[in-house]
């Protein structure tokens, strides 16, 4: 078996089970017959999610199984803090790591799909608004990103910068909210959540504070912002709850305490 | 009558399925290089039988009998209907587009 039909069967996996059982002897038979190329490949993991979505609309049934969801869970965070390090640590130029340290939030968002699950069961009633908010966040942030970067590219003004990168950090305040909520439902939680929502909330609200109000303080009325050791402040709390929130979220996906079994 | 647009993602492949249909029944990978010769189009695996299990489920084409790996399909009795229906629509839409350009 070469790769890319190693990679069809592996994209074959992603098919909800009922779908596979229908569809995928056909389906390997086709691919027996046309071996698949790059746009094939596209094409099949496309298809998957389609159908993965068609399946939870439809039926009501989870978007991923029990093993998935915890490898996203698992693996979201610790990609997050591998770029994040990557980009303070690794002696890049300041633009390089900055933009590492800013797409590292993409991998870490991830985590909200095993999270609402954890939402659902520890606090119902908040589940909803807790996953759009994070939702709405997480599409925002790489989309603001490009617009920030592309308005830079093109030499336009600098104060359409000035306001794509306000609007940027204005949407992903609604990330900051999540992390804030999602401190706050893991606190209500067993072990070991109490130790991630505390995590979760110190993150959440430096978070907002360091790339929220302060940066669109110094944006937009710098003479108000008299003093830069709250930055500062903000800034080291956030590198320190950050890797724990990401740390202690991933093992209660590896480890769920029972009261919060992902069903 | 079901609508082919109604299909979202999958809407011009189910009806470019549907045409290779029409003349008699084919099983995936027949369909896949009509479809090729036919339109010039080639349709992705995954949005092949995406498209087919759609047509499936609206009952506008069934599986016969057959080997799992290759089972044929063909149009029914509905999916017939629903065709002409659109291909006229379509012919129509095209003949008038085609009539207005000439007349500019």
Same mark, same amino acid.
């Given at each position: 078996?070469?790769?890319?039909?190693?990679?069809?069967?592996?994209?074959?996996?992603?098919?909800?089970?009922?779908?596979?059982?229908?569809?995928?002897?056909?389906?390997?038979?086709?691919?027996?017959?046309?071996?698949?190329?790059?746009?094939?490949?596209?094409?099949?993991?496309?298809?998957?999610?389609?159908?993965?979505?068609?399946?939870?609309?439809?039926?009501?049934?989870?978007?991923?199984?029990?093993?998935?969801?915890?490898? &996203?869970? %698992?693996?979201?965070?610790?990609?997050?803090?591998?770029?994040? #390090? !990557? $980009? @303070?640590?690794? *002696? =890049?130029?300041?633009?390089?790591?900055?933009?590492?340290?800013?797409?590292?939030?993409?991998?870490?968002?991830?985590?909200?799909?095993?999270?609402?699950?954890?939402?659902?069961?520890?606090?119902?009633?908040?589940?909803?608004?807790?996953?759009?908010?994070?939702?709405?966040?997480?599409?925002?942030?790489?989309?603001?990103?490009?617009?920030?970067?592309?308005?830079?590219?093109?030499?336009?003004?600098?104060?359409?910068?000035?306001?794509?990168?306000?609007?940027?950090?204005?949407?992903?305040?609604?990330?900051?909210?999540?992390?804030?909520?999602?401190?706050? &439902?893991? %606190?209500?939680?067993?072990?070991?959540?109490?130790?991630?929502? #505390? !995590? $979760? @909330?110190?993150? *959440? =609200?430096?978070?907002?504070?360091?790339?929220?109000?302060?940066?669109?303080?110094?944006?937009?009325?710098?003479?108000?912002?008299?003093?830069?050791?709250?930055?500062?402040?903000?800034?080291?709390?956030?590198?320190?709850?950050?890797?724990?929130?990401?740390?202690?979220?991933?093992?209660?996906?590896?480890?769920?305490?029972?009261?919060?079994?992902?069903? | 009558?079901?609508?082919?647009?109604?299909?979202?993602?999958?809407?011009?492949?189910?009806?470019?399925?549907?045409?290779?249909?029409?003349?008699?029944?084919?099983?995936?990978?027949?369909?896949?290089?009509?479809?090729?010769?036919?339109?010039?189009?080639?349709?992705?695996?995954?949005?092949?039988?995406?498209?087919?299990?759609?047509?499936?489920?609206?009952?506008?084409?069934?599986?016969?009998?057959?080997?799992?790996?290759?089972?044929?399909?063909?149009?029914?009795?509905?999916?017939?209907?629903?065709?002409?229906?659109?291909?006229?629509?379509?012919?129509?839409?095209?003949?008038?587009?085609?009539?207005?350009?000439?007349?500019?």
């Amino acid at each position: 078996m070469n790769l890319r039909e190693r990679t069809s069967e592996w994209l074959l996996g992603l098919y909800p089970a009922a779908w596979r059982d229908r569809f995928g002897d056909e389906l390997r038979e086709l691919l027996e017959n046309r071996p698949p190329t790059i746009a094939d490949l596209i094409d099949l993991l496309l298809a998957a999610l389609h159908e993965r979505w068609h399946q939870t609309r439809t039926t009501g049934e989870p978007l991923m199984s029990r093993q998935t969801l915890r490898w &996203v869970g %698992l693996l979201g965070p610790i990609l997050h803090l591998t770029m994040v #390090a !990557a $980009g @303070l640590f690794l *002696g =890049l130029d300041e633009e390089s790591s900055e933009a590492l340290v800013l797409l590292s939030m993409t991998p870490y968002l991830l985590s909200i799909v095993p999270l609402h699950r954890l939402y659902e069961q520890a606090w119902p009633r908040m589940s909803r608004a807790a996953t759009k908010t994070g939702a709405a966040g997480t599409l925002a942030w790489p989309v603001m990103f490009a617009v920030a970067l592309a308005l830079d590219g093109l030499r336009v003004p600098e104060q359409w910068q000035v306001a794509a990168m306000g609007a940027m950090l204005g949407f992903t305040q609604m990330t900051s909210v999540w992390l804030v909520l999602g401190g706050l &439902v893991l %606190l209500r939680a067993g072990r070991p959540a109490p130790f991630a929502g #505390a !995590a $979760g @909330l110190l993150a *959440g =609200l430096s978070w907002l504070w360091v790339f929220g109000v302060n940066l669109a303080v110094h944006s937009y009325a710098p003479h108000l912002v008299s003093n830069s050791a709250v930055y500062g402040i903000g800034l080291a709390v956030w590198l320190i709850a950050d890797p724990l929130w990401a740390m202690v979220v991933a093992a209660a996906f590896v480890w769920p305490p029972p009261e919060l079994a992902l069903a | 009558m079901a609508r082919l647009d109604s299909f979202g993602r999958y809407g011009e492949a189910t009806l470019l399925i549907m045409t290779s249909l029409a003349d008699g029944p084919k099983h995936g990978y027949a369909i896949m290089q009509d479809v090729e010769a036919l339109h010039d189009t080639r349709l992705g695996p995954g949005t092949l039988y995406g498209a087919i299990g759609r047509l499936e489920q609206a009952g506008l084409i069934e599986a016969l009998a057959g080997e799992k790996r290759r089972r044929p399909y063909r149009l029914t009795v509905e999916g017939r209907q629903v065709l002409a229906t659109t291909l006229r629509d379509l012919q129509q839409l095209a003949s008038t587009g085609l009539s207005r350009l000439a007349g500019q």
